[in-house]
């Protein structure tokens, strides 16, 4: 196995900073060992003499195929789910076989526990004694949030949990839909 080029992408002296979590496209380069250099126009190096490198150490193992495929379905959601089929041993030791979901019903159940993940953090917050405008703000952004996500469940056809909303004659007010608390 030949050695990695001397660059500064594989240095465990450099790192990535953000602006902040909400605008994570803002970025730069530090370099913990020459903080001199951050300020170069061609910062990172592709190839470096520098005498205080030290190649960063490798990542760990890739994860297990089962891992793998179950992440990258997560991510990028190409699994065609209606041209496969799980097979699974029953209690008995027979083997069963059972058609998977579509990917438009896998949508919707994560949708819907996406929602419930964040009713539960809602909920959280608004018990803690401590409050500032700050924490105000969050409980306003994790409503919203909740919100765009019902108008995801909107966009992948499930039925409107709300029936009586627009008959404007009548005084009935649907409880939230999924048993959020909001």
């Not at 490798?58 to 496969?84: I, M, Q, V």
């Amino acid at each position: 196995m030949s050695e990695r080029v001397r660059a500064c992408g594989n240095c465990k002296f450099l790192s990535r900073e953000t602006e902040s979590w909400e605008m994570s496209h803002i970025y730069w380069y530090e370099c913990s060992a020459r903080p001199q250099v951050e300020n170069l126009k061609s910062f990172p190096f592709r190839k470096t003499k520098c005498t205080k490198f030290e190649e960063r150490s490798r990542p760990k193992e890739e994860p297990s195929d089962g891992e793998w495929d179950a992440k990258k379905f997560r991510l990028l959601g190409k699994l065609d789910a209606r041209e496969h089929v799980d097979s699974f041993v029953d209690k008995k030791g027979e083997e069963k076989m059972e058609e998977t979901k579509t990917p438009e019903e896998i949508a919707i159940m994560e949708t819907k526990s996406f929602r419930h993940m964040l009713d539960n953090t809602l909920q959280e917050i608004k018990e803690s004694p401590y409050t500032s405008r700050e924490r105000s703000l969050a409980v306003t952004k994790l409503q919203e949030a909740i919100m765009w996500l019902g108008m995801d469940l909107k966009s992948l056809g499930t039925p409107n949990p709300y029936p009586n909303s627009y008959n404007a004659e009548n005084t009935i007010v649907d409880p939230t839909a999924d048993g959020l608390k909001l």
